[in-house]
């Protein structure tokens, strides 16, 4: 990275010239934006503060046109230089040009690469760009974290409440922390006005609010890839920490968001119950251990705590977060309205999914990160020319867990009917197949998708009926029964 922050298109042009660079695009960067981006091909992307061009060209690489900006005239030239016809670069001081030169249609993408903390008028800049977003689109920006620079470049990075402010003026923000990056996916802009999600999201009973709008309060555990996947996959259901006044905080009713400290997934909860104990002995005794760490055993489980945690820290005291797998926060909105959505299947909605089980015969189930997160079998929409219902619903399981279910000749259990609604402009069928039994060894390789599912779990019926919707339980249920008949069942759903 440069050595300071420059301030004018000499010092910049000079700073390029003498060969500073900003570090380059990692992997964990390009990951992030292939996982969160809109679809790049046909799409058109505005690359602000280019500099060399390496992102715009990375961009025009997954299928959009680029318009690529940056009031760096040597920055451009080696820009173009390197990546030619990667992009239209375009000399634009983006706070004072009144950008005629770029796309008059708007822009599906704009990213901003190590740029926000060198905007003199940061609100009103990007308030303009977000008027040049297109319906759907979204505004990147990809920053430094001022907590982790040294303080003789902290006018290169933004801290948290400056990453707060930024994230409050959008309807749809998400965060992502990579290598000391913060990555921002802005969508819905809002400029002064309060983000409509935050007026939706619910306070659940009980529970605490913050100061600004009566929001249920959040809180922020990291947790082992190992203890992730057990959240994840609904095994564990009693979190426990030490009372630090941050912890001690913690309420019915809050929030915590679970992050995998070795990756970039998370989650989030709503806690049920908070119950104090004043050593791990006390707390182990009165809580099932199944429900901390259901795979290990109970005196590991006590050597473990008592190695994160040292005498002074229990001294503190000892905490039972207890949760189920009910989200905590409303779910991003559907990329596209219903009747939208109609318009791109082949003259008919169709869907066919894959019914699996445990190997004690316990329904599996993925939870959607869409709408009202709803949990759903491996499969999807036939949206493909050519594919049958079954095709579908192997492809689909593959993509959404990694495993290749529903292999051979596999029973069909379900034909599901589902009328017209508000909801849903046009019938649709579905067909549900028996995908069979998976072995826990199958269970653990389960890796989802994080772009269409955050939690895989595995419950009875009776805890099934407590998690989900009447209506969509009734499909299970069906499911289920129509196992030990001997023709596949009929189900019709009234939207």
Known sequence: MPPHMFTSQDEWDRGYTEGHRYRPLTDVERSLLAAHLPPGVGGRALDVGCGTGELAAHLSSSGYAVDAVDWSEAALAQACTHHGRAARWLRIDIEQDAGASLDADGYDLITLRFVAPFLSARDRTLDALSRRLRPGGALVIITPLAADTPADRRGIALDEDELARLQSRWAVPERHDADGLVLLVLRGPCQDRAAPHVAAQRTPSGGHTDEEGGLPRRHHFRLSGRHYSQVESGRRTIEVRVATPEKAAVGVGDVIVFHDRGGNRELDIVVRRVTAYASFEDLLEAEDPARIDPDGPLEELLVDLHHLYPPDREALGVLAFEFDHRPALPGRPMPMTASQYAQTVPHHTVYGCLYVRDEHDRPVQLRSVYGSRLWQFP???????????????????????????????PRLLLTHFLHAGPRMPLNKVGLIFDGGRLTAEQLRRIRLDPAEHDMWAVHDLAEWRKLMAPRDFARLDAVERSRYDEGPAYLTTHT
């Open 379 to 409: 499969g999807g929409n036939l949206d493909t020319q050519g594919e049958g219902p079954l095709d579908t619903a192997r492809r689909e399981a593959i993509e959404e867990t990694g495993l290749e279910l529903g292999l051979g000749a």
